[in-house]
């Protein structure tokens, strides 16, 4: 992500400064600090009846033709749950609940710089509702056996989180909102 140049409030040259310990532009003229924080992103470990797992193929970049877990960025004002669910329902059609949070983590992308990544495992309503829209180019629900493999490191560790809990619960978990 490239830094700002100028002031978004009052459009003049943004200069350099040490502000509350780290390195940020800032204005001169209106006081501006261009604090950069983590874009909140929700991330849908899916599965259906039979407990198999959906997993996508990326159209777009980032980790474009990458296979993946659905997810995007949570809106202002939306609850990180019902991001996740809409973005699920969008990019996929299906409808789902919370089972309950996986876990939530940090990782830095060259297109958007820092992200937060809130990862819950849903239970999906029908699966044969899949349909896809233009951010996929394949998806499925697989066993672990038989899963397209997934490289992106952050989801891989989200599926290794999700089956280290539900080995050491014995059971799917308790819902955590
Ligand atoms: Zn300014």
């Known amino acids: 992500m490239k830094p700002y140049l100028f002031c978004p409030v009052c459009s003049k040259p943004l200069a350099e400064g040490i502000i509350d310990g780290r390195t ?16 909140p992103v929700a991330v849908a470990y899916t599965v259906n009846r039979n407990n198999e797992l959906l997993v996508v193929r990326r159209a777009h970049e980032p980790a474009i033709h990458e296979w993946a877990l659905p997810g995007g960025f949570i809106e202002e004002g939306e609850e990180p749950f019902d991001g996740c669910l809409r973005e699920l329902m969008e990019e996929t059609s299906l409808s ?8 939530i983590y940090h990782r830095r992308v060259e297109m958007y ?64 909102l």
Do not use: Q
């Not at 940020?24 to 874009?39: A, E, I, K, Q, S």
């Open 24 to 39: 940020r532009m800032f204005c001169r003229d209106c006081g501006w600090v261009h604090y950069r924080n983590p874009l």
């Open 96 to 103: 789902g609940t919370i089972d309950r949070l996986i876990g």
């Open 113 to 176: 710089g820092s992200l937060l990544v809130v990862a819950y495992k849903v239970i999906v309503d029908d699966h044969e509702c899949l349909s896809i829209n233009h951010e996929l180019s394949e998806a499925g629900f697989f066993d672990e056996h038989n899963r397209p493999k997934i490289n992106i490191p952050l989801h891989r560790h989200i599926i290794e989180e999700h089956n280290r809990v539900t080995h050491l619960a014995g059971t799917s978990g308790n819902p955590v």
